[in-house]
């Protein structure tokens, strides 16, 4: 049989009897053994553990996600694998449970194939990930094994997590798809905390299809705080689209304009509504209070967790948690506070479109892997809360791909993934 | 018809039309001529409005608190009084909306007097009013005319608020009970803000009886943030009493100690178990931990609402302000874990005991009226949000209150309140 291509597609073989869940781990093994020694996307697999836990998938009652392999960040607690949050302080560390998201992917049937490479603590420290369009280019970062291991084929999808950019960013200097879904969607017990305000569970695939099986399952077995005080909106087909220009853009390339420009000609193309939005003035703010938010609830988890070990991580590391330590509390509530106005906004702009594009990074990914490169595209999205998602569109002239953002105003995941998919349709055909 | 005493008789003799509400009215009208002008407990009444508002209520379909007359602090909205926060700066001001503590209260048929005096916004800087019991010497703060005005007979009930000590010391100083329910039991939509995470409705009265048919007739009709992540426990009666010293206790005077020492003779020559309970260990840093989160959120939300005008208010409040913009963002973080960590040893000590008995207050009224007083007997179990009360249980040689304080360690109002009454009842009997 033919491997399958997509996470969607080896569930449908393995439910026809097209293929064993082994055939599908053994066809993401080889993946795994031919390209990533000059990737580097894996942190640990235990091959032998996989092709046994694949067998007894196969032999016993059929998941939703049977048929589906998928790679772990490595900030995710693992019971059976290693768990390093990134650093060389937790190289021996072993989990006593699986995080939260761990546990429902296994109960729904999938199959951890491994930990993915995560940059220190999931902050600025990189990897040793390169990515695999050209590995003389950082993949991004933090999720920086996942987006890798999913855009060079060796799992169909992968778990990460977002607290500033971390889950988008890596999607679009990979091309792929990365999805951050509306914050609190999943429960993040069992995730190495960063940010009790930011810290989200992201995911990772190569179609639209994918993140929504994945998405789908996971949510229906996950107790997060339901990230919807928000009303599904009544659905808009196709989406409106608004591109709403912060002040980041200034920092962006021709190339990330490039890309932007490429996806909203393809959509008014098929007759959609896309137009150009006014940014709301107090929204300017947003990247600099994200900044202050996580800069000091980072500062308090990692000197709570690590103590004295903080002289022994990076100094980008330090340099974070020194920043979050020099910030008055009056500065960190109104930064909150400044989130929680801009979140009122929120409603009346989703009268008038249900997307935002914007780009994803400030262009494609930067050379070398000391910089996974700038988050700031990310910032007031994840800052917001809303669903926001890299879109693998468009490659320049040298095959780098270069992402563009779409932002689910309206902060409902399922409206969101919908009319991803209908983008995705829109941009596929067109290539065809 | 004699005048009724308390609440409770006023509401029985309306129901049973040995009264009507215009005579209650008219009896708090003249005990107000009579003493509030040596006492300044109250900062506004239009006696035409109350009269004629009484004649509307007799005139009209009884709710369960018709017959009940209440002062109303100053810092508490009132679409039909001026509402001055204790402060010059708003002395021309008249909200829009009733509090919606103010609009369940006269939805249940009580009729408001008039707005009793507060601190400046709820802080430091005194009031006019004079302790009821000795006009040289202050009611305390920040409820002062809520207190003052219940322990002078002018209104049996009085709400005031508690964001460190404002409910409970003011009681114990004039010799009335004072109740501070559980964190969250009231909206306080429409009350200054001073502090998110502290800020409570509180309730003056002469009796339990009082304290429990407006408590239990508000909560019915607030939508507050249910105080209750805790189960109502299993009742024990007679309740178990923990006498547990923390290091405050130092700074008491012998008088606090021996009221302290007279309500537990009394409670265990009825039988009751009075034991001395060891305190946590951490326990220790809760009034420092709380005076970080308050002089935080005080900064904030002053700095916020008067802006330039924060150059016009008292030396003492823009004192708190300093102190809050000075502490830094992890460490208000930190003064807020460690009240989550507090609270997570309540569970285990319930199983012990019911009620925690401590002083309310460092000792009796301080002299003069330019200080009210060190709220710190009361700073540890406001930031727990448990509910806590001022019980005038013990008068010294010269006829001054000197209150103790009883607090619910289960976090549950009803039972506390139930609790309350049998203390009240033990000690009223030995009394007689």
Known sequence: MSTPQTGTEAIAAVATSAASVSDVAAGCLEKVRELDPSIGAFRVIDADAVRSRAKELDDGVAGPLQGLVVGVKD?????????????????????????????ALRRAGALVLGKTESTEFALFHPTRTRNPVDDSRTPGGSSSGSAAAVAAGMVPVALGTQTAGSVVRPAAYCGVYGFKPARGWASTAGIWLLSEHLDTVGLFARCAADLMVLYGVLRTRLAGTPGGDRQPPFPRVPPAVAVLATDEWAACDQEAHDALRFVAGRLSGQGWDVREMQMPP????????????????????????????????????????????????????????????????????????????APSALGAAPEGLAFTGDPVMCRPWTLLGLPAANVPAYRRGDGMPVGVQLVGIGGDDVSFLADLALVEAVLTEKED
């Open 282 to 357: 107090s929204w300017r703010h947003l990247p600099g209070h994200h900044g202050t938010v996580m800069s000091v609830e980072v500062a308090k988890n990692l000197r709570g967790r690590l103590g004295d070990r903080v002289a022994q991580i990076s100094e980008s590391a330090r340099a974070v948690i020194e920043q979050g330590e020099l910030c008055s509390a009056t500065k960190y509530l109104a930064a909150l506070e400044a989130r929680e106005e801009a979140r009122r906004l929120l409603a009346p702009l989703a009268v008038a479109a249900d997307l935002v594009l």
């Open 75 to 103: 900030v995710i607690d693992t019971a059976d694998l290693p768990t390093a949050y990134g650093s060389p302080l937790f190289s021996d560390h072993r989990p006593s449970a699986d995080a939260d998201v761990v546990a």
